[in-house]
């Protein structure tokens, strides 16, 4: 039976439960980079533009903290979904997410290993480096990605904790410098929270979904479900309050970003056109030494996502084993580690093949391993999106069409609201279809996607006990489908 399969230790607080979150969602990573791609379309308004995505993510969170309130297993959306819509979407949604998670870690290994050449060309440790460098640095990167997710969870989130809360803070010592200074010069402004002249308002939407992606990974708290020690509580409770802190921190980090660039149009050139965003603000308001500090520890946040997008992908796979939808070695849990090493080693090693595989797609280019990272992103966030539609479904026919008594009826304007906000940033991120080789990273999203969907329907025993599977662990009750 999987339930009496191999069990993951309970040993997690509410605090190590957000590290997973907030090392996913990589505030300071973002926080560098992701504001960029607005001010082509919103100008200055890039503040107000980040307070309308964290809108938009409350609405999506609601759906995980109450699918979290009522469940806790390691697949998160595998095991939500599948509860609450059936085993086959529940499989489609776990293999999803676990595409996300590998596209991600691509991500935050390669920009963990952009940063750290900045840095030591920025040093003057090393002038110049090429840009092939970076695909040998990842595949370091990697193996200490391996190294820390094998290790007893524990130690894991207690790194992730560390090197984003310390690299967050540096980056809000900084804001505060440019914040006084820029009050000082008679700079300060509230205008970032109004759309210029000459700028359409309907054009905050498009930098809307911008703003929303760079929130993606805020809910991996829920893959922690089994491994936590009040889960019921602690899990909800650490999804709302990354969303709560991730949505204050990009506005205010992004208003102290435009003010310190400057308003203008000659400012908002700058803003575009620079390769660290804070790192370029701490060279200007305080010293080099801070700049290239800054890139440093971008590298080690984009270190600590990788580490969080394997945990996660990790444990995914590791439920998705247990309960037969993968090879048995895939759910082997270590009897002194107690974490999933059969699932670790199978992420990392997907992970580097993924990675080489891009670069020979895009080796012709001037700027591989760039070309890498916006590909990679792309696609992940592109199967996140609609992992996210299956869950918001699914939590409207738990808690609305099935009844459940003790949530109030028109609590469902919530989850609805948040399927428009997806759906319009699914819409925005395909529409118009790209072309050339940007044409790469939706097709692949659409082929992962496909490649669930035409599994579950090639394969019904075997998704009907996945379903079977999920009324077993961990107290999962499985929605009943129709054949």
């Not at 939500?80 to 489609?92: E, H, K, N, S, Y």
């Not at 992606?213 to 509580?233: Q, W």
């Not at 992004?254 to 308003?263: D, L």
């Not at 992962?448 to 077993?472: E, F, S």
């Given at each position: 039976?999987?339930?009496?399969?191999?069990?993951?230790?309970?040993?997690?607080?509410?605090?190590?439960?957000?590290?997973?979150?907030?090392?996913?969602?990589?505030?300071?990573?973002?926080?560098?980079?992701?504001?960029?791609?607005?001010?082509?379309?919103?100008?200055?308004?890039?503040?107000?533009?980040?307070?309308?995505?964290?809108?938009?993510?409350?609405?999506?969170?609601?759906?995980?903290?109450?699918?979290?309130?009522?469940?806790?297993?390691?697949?998160?959306?595998?095991?939500?979904?599948?509860?609450?819509?059936?085993?086959?979407?529940?499989?489609?949604?776990?293999?999803?997410?676990?595409?996300?998670?590998?596209?991600?870690?691509?991500?935050?290994?390669?920009?963990?290993?952009?940063?750290?050449?900045?840095?030591?060309?920025?040093?003057?440790l090393w002038d110049s480096p090429p840009d092939w460098i970076v695909l040998p640095i990842v595949g370091l990167v990697l193996l200490g990605v391996l190294w820390l997710t094998i290790s007893p969870i524990r130690l894991g989130t207690r790194v992730l904790l560390?090197?984003?809360?310390?690299?967050?803070?540096?980056?809000?010592?900084?804001?505060?410098?440019?914040?006084?200074?820029?009050?000082?010069?008679?700079?300060?402004?509230?205008?970032?929270?109004?759309?210029?002249?000459?700028?359409?308002?309907?054009?905050?939407?498009?930098?809307?979904?911008?703003?929303?992606?760079?929130?993606?990974?805020?809910?991996?708290?829920?893959?922690?479900?089994?491994?936590?020690?009040?889960?019921?509580?602690?899990?909800?409770?650490?999804?709302?309050?990354?969303?709560?802190?991730?949505?204050?921190?990009?506005?205010?980090?992004?208003?102290?970003?435009?003010?310190?660039?400057?308003?203008?149009?000659?400012?908002?050139?700058?803003?575009?056109?620079?390769?660290?965003?804070?790192?370029?603000?701490?060279?200007?308001?305080?010293?080099?030494?801070?700049?290239?500090?800054?890139?440093?520890?971008?590298?080690?946040?984009?270190?600590?996502?990788?580490?969080?997008?394997?945990?996660?992908?990790?444990?995914?796979?590791?439920?998705?084993?247990?309960?037969?939808?993968?090879?048995?070695?895939?759910?082997?849990?270590?009897?002194?580690?107690?974490?999933?090493?059969?699932?670790?080693?199978?992420?990392?090693?997907?992970?580097?093949?993924?990675?080489?595989?891009?670069?020979?797609?895009?080796?012709?280019?001037?700027?591989?391993?760039?070309?890498?990272?916006?590909?990679?992103?792309?696609?992940?966030?592109?199967?996140?999106?609609?992992?996210?539609?299956?869950?918001?479904?699914?939590?409207?026919?738990?808690?609305?069409?099935?009844?459940?008594?003790?949530?109030?009826?028109?609590?469902?304007?919530?989850?609805?609201?948040?399927?428009?906000?997806?759906?319009?940033?699914?819409?925005?991120?395909?529409?118009?279809?790209?072309?050339?080789?940007?044409?790469?990273?939706?097709?692949?999203?659409?082929?992962?996607?496909?490649?669930?969907?035409?599994?579950?329907?090639?394969?019904?025993?075997?998704?009907?006990?996945?379903?079977?599977?999920?009324?077993?662990?961990?107290?999962?009750?499985?929605?009943?489908?129709?054949?």
């Amino acid at each position: 039976m999987a339930g009496e399969g191999p069990r993951l230790g309970r040993e997690l607080s509410i605090w190590e439960a957000v590290g997973i979150s907030v090392a996913l969602m990589a505030p300071s990573m973002a926080a560098n980079i992701n504001p960029q791609g607005m001010v082509g379309s919103v100008g200055r308004a890039i503040p107000l533009t980040f307070a309308l995505a964290t809108a938009g993510v409350l609405l999506v969170a609601y759906t995980f903290v109450r699918l979290t309130q009522k469940f806790h297993h390691s697949g998160s959306v595998y095991g939500f979904v599948g509860a609450t819509l059936g085993a086959r979407p529940g499989v489609v949604a776990g293999w999803g997410l676990l595409g996300t998670y590998l596209f991600y870690s691509v991500v935050t290994a390669t920009a963990s290993a952009r940063f750290l050449v900045s840095f030591l060309d920025g040093t003057g440790l090393w002038d110049s480096p090429p840009d092939w460098i970076v695909l040998p640095i990842v595949g370091l990167v990697l193996l200490g990605v391996l190294w820390l997710t094998i290790s007893p969870i524990r130690l894991g989130t207690r790194v992730l904790l560390i090197v984003e809360a310390s690299t967050v803070a540096l980056i809000l010592v900084v804001a505060i410098i440019v914040l006084v200074k820029v009050s000082g010069d008679g700079k300060f402004t509230t205008s970032p929270f109004t759309v210029s002249t000459g700028t359409d308002t309907s054009a905050l939407f498009l930098g809307v979904v911008f703003g929303f992606l760079s929130f993606a990974g805020f809910e991996a708290a829920a893959t922690l479900g089994e491994e936590t020690r009040r889960p019921r509580r602690d899990i909800p409770r650490a999804i709302l309050g990354t969303a709560i802190f991730g949505g204050v921190y990009f506005v205010f980090v992004t208003w102290v970003e435009v003010m310190g660039f400057g308003t203008d149009a000659a400012g908002l050139e700058k803003f575009g056109a620079s390769g660290s965003l804070f790192g370029d603000l701490g060279t200007q308001y305080v010293g080099a030494w801070l700049g290239d500090l800054i890139s440093l520890g971008a590298a080690i946040s984009a270190f600590g996502c990788a580490l969080a997008c394997a945990v996660g992908a990790s444990r995914l796979l590791f439920a998705m084993a247990r309960d037969g939808l993968a090879p048995a070695p895939l759910a082997r849990v270590s009897p002194t580690r107690r974490t999933p090493v059969g699932a670790a080693a199978g992420v990392v090693v997907a992970a580097g093949v993924i990675e080489v595989v891009l670069w020979l797609v895009y080796r012709s280019g001037s700027d591989t391993s760039l070309a890498v990272f916006v590909a990679a992103g792309v696609i992940g966030t592109l199967v996140l999106l609609v992992v996210y539609v299956l869950a918001s479904v699914g939590v409207i026919r738990l808690l609305f069409v099935c009844r459940d008594v003790s949530v109030r009826m028109w609590e469902v304007v919530v989850p609805l609201a948040g399927l428009v906000v997806l759906g319009y940033t699914l819409y925005r991120n395909v529409i118009p279809l790209p072309e050339g080789k940007s044409l790469v990273a939706p097709l692949v999203a659409a082929v992962w996607l496909l490649v669930g969907l035409v599994a579950v329907l090639a394969a019904p025993r075997l998704t009907r006990r996945a379903g079977a599977a999920l009324t077993a662990d961990e107290g999962l009750t499985a929605a009943k489908e129709h054949a």
